[in-house]
């Protein structure tokens, strides 16, 4: 959780509203420096509550409360993982909604004739708001304090199944978040190799799909017959929320081993008819659960189209993550045999291979999870936005993970422009799978 980026923020911000804090409030002698235990003990703790108490209460003025708020946030990436949870811990305890505020104003509010009702409408959605969700607010007012709420959350995620008193703050900061994240307040930017040197260092940080093994690699990714773009939010213009990497290619390809090759030579980009979106990478933990996805590729392959108009076809080379695992609940001795041969190095005969296929085929075309969406996360994801499940790909991912997750098949799901909306509503509402006729010969064989 801490970061440099964000420890130079806070010392920045901290610093610069000191003086006017100095001049704006007349309690300095009790709150003019915060130090507490990196573990954050019990006595710490109370002087924590009295700092925020005196944040939400705006005691000295707004100025005070931006600088209560910056040593806040400063003195809160100073602690060790420990004194970080209780500080979390305290947030989400001890500033949650008032129940019995809750149920006065309700109990006012059914009581109060037509000339009143709006009001005491009003004073029940003040109440219903927990105290904590002012202090988010100041958190985001600051430099840079957008990125540090992100965090925070990843954090909170990542804690609150050990802590559950965490969901309820976890809960508020997704809500502003996605608030914040507006996709009409993102920015789509295209990286490539004269972009900054942190900013590259970012992208190989955060891919998430196929590792970028070396800075060759990463030239590779972004070579003449490549394209790389991302979302930026105008807060954290140094941070991409998410990024795709697309190959300019020439049908559609099959393997990502291949398409990754340093050694290849450059396509010829006047020459290829298709666009294949290799991975797609969330780059904030921070902002699971908030849907940025969809409409990165649609603006992407607006981009596309322009640049490059005789560009014919747009798809992905996507992972099938659950695969293996749905195999082995559903076809244990097929990946029995396929395990077998991984391990004496020996390519698969065709009845496995056959077999493998059709197994794979159903996953994506009819297993299902509770609700009756695709089993597959990633399959759910495409089928969403409108695509087809349009060809299935044997051994085009050998890397261990590829072979640990998906036996190494990908997957091209197809993005036939004119039926996207279509595709997507007909999935969305009763759950139909767009299927090309090589997957559907798959299933009836």
Request: with cysteine; glycine share 4%; net charge negative.
């Amino acid at each position: 959780m801490t970061t440099p980026s964000n420890n130079g923020f806070l010392e920045r911000t901290f610093r610069h509203l000191r003086y006017a804090w100095r001049e704006a409030t007349d309690n300095r002698a009790s709150l003019e420096e915060l130090k507490l235990s990196a573990d954050l003990s019990d006595d710490d703790a109370v002087i924590l509550r009295t700092w925020i108490d005196h944040c939400l209460t705006d005691k000295g003025g707004e100025v005070a409360s931006r600088a209560r708020a910056a040593t806040l946030g400063k003195s809160y990436l100073e602690l060790n993982p420990t004194g970080q949870q209780r500080f979390l811990s305290i947030l989400a305890q001890h500033y949650d909604t008032d129940a019995a505020a809750v149920e006065r104003c309700i109990a006012n509010w059914q009581a109060s004739p037509d000339d009143t009702r709006a009001e005491a409408a009003r004073q029940l959605r003040k109440v219903l708001e927990p105290p904590r969700m002012k202090l988010l607010t100041l958190f985001n007012e600051l430099p840079e304090g957008i990125k540090f709420l992100v965090d925070m959350r990843a954090q909170i995620l990542a804690l609150k199944n050990q802590h559950p008193e965490l969901k309820p703050l976890e809960a508020d900061l997704k809500r502003l978040l996605i608030s914040w994240f507006d996709i009409g307040l993102l920015q789509l930017e295209q990286i490539n190799w004269q972009s900054s040197a942190a900013l590259l260092e970012k992208l190989i940080a955060y891919e998430a799909v196929h590792t970028i093994k070396s800075w060759d690699d990463l030239k590779n990714r972004l070579d003449s017959d490549r394209r790389c773009f991302a979302f930026f939010h105008p807060n954290m213009p140094n941070e991409p929320i998410i990024f795709v990497e697309v190959a300019l290619v020439k049908g559609l390809a099959d393997n990502v081993q291949t398409l990754l090759d340093e050694s290849a030579p450059v396509g010829d980009i006047e020459q290829a008819d298709t666009a294949i979106f290799y991975s797609i990478s969330n780059a904030q933990r921070g902002l699971a659960g908030i849907s940025f996805g969809n409409f990165l590729i649609k603006r992407v392959v607006k981009e596309l189209r322009h640049d490059f108009p005789h560009l014919k076809q747009f798809s992905t080379l996507s992972p099938i993550p659950g695969l293996l695992h749905w195999l082995n609940q559903n076809a244990p001795d097929i990946t029995q045999k396929l395990a077998q041969n991984i391990a004496k190095n020996q390519p698969a005969d065709e009845q496995l291979r056959t077999a493998l296929s059709k197994q794979a085929a159903y996953y994506l075309a009819k297993a299902e999870r509770p609700g009756g969406t695709a089993a597959d996360r990633v399959t759910h994801f495409h089928l969403s936005n409108g695509a087809q499940v349009a060809q299935l790909n044997w051994m085009a991912d050998t890397s261990e993970n590829g072979l640990k997750q998906s036996a190494g098949y990908m997957v091209n799901y197809l993005y036939d422009l004119p039926n996207i909306e279509e595709r997507s509503q007909a999935y969305l509402s009763h759950g139909a799978r767009s299927l090309s006729s090589s997957i559907k010969a798959l299933l009836d064989n």
